[in-house]
């Protein structure tokens, strides 16, 4: 007999898992808090910006009150610090953005392009 669809089984293998804590008294001790560093209450505020075409583009040399200003002026275009300008008609949403100011320690690994590194493996040793 094939034991791939008996499920005759169900309670023995349901016998080695423990039983779910539900209760959540339990949870609430310090190693399930997540501890939030200083890092992420420093932030410089700026603007994700979403074009007709769908793509988002954040900056921080324009604020939410900056684009509300150009649009109460009937100005439609605003101009960035290096160079260049956004055109506010191609514009169909904004909203504030933060940008966290973390050290670099802080910061996770960045991905390697490429290929992996390869392994020696020396048989001298």
């Known amino acids: 007999m ?12 349901a016998s080695k898992f423990s039983e779910l804590d539900t209760n959540p008294s339990h949870y609430k001790n310090s190693s399930f808090t997540h501890n939030r ?6 932030y410089t505020k700026g603007v994700a ?7 988002t583009f954040k900056t921080k040399d324009v604020t939410v ?3 509300y200003e ?3 002026e009937n100005n439609n275009w605003l101009r960035l610090k290096n ?6 008609n191609h514009v169909t949403h ?10 670099r320690d802080e910061m996770p690994a960045p991905w390697t392009v490429g290929h ?8 001298n040793a």
């Open 65 to 67: 009150e900056s684009i």
């Open 49 to 55: 910006i979403t074009y007709i075409n769908g793509q």
């Open 2 to 13: 094939n034991t791939k669809y008996n499920f005759g089984n169900c309670k023995f293998k």
């Open 83 to 88: 160079g260049g300008c956004i055109n506010l």
């Open 70 to 72: 150009a649009l109460a």
């Open 116 to 123: 992996a590194p390869k392994v020696r493996n020396d048989h």
């Open 37 to 42: 560093t200083s890092s992420l209450n420093s």
């Open 94 to 103: 904004f909203e504030p953005y933060k940008f966290f100011d973390r050290p």
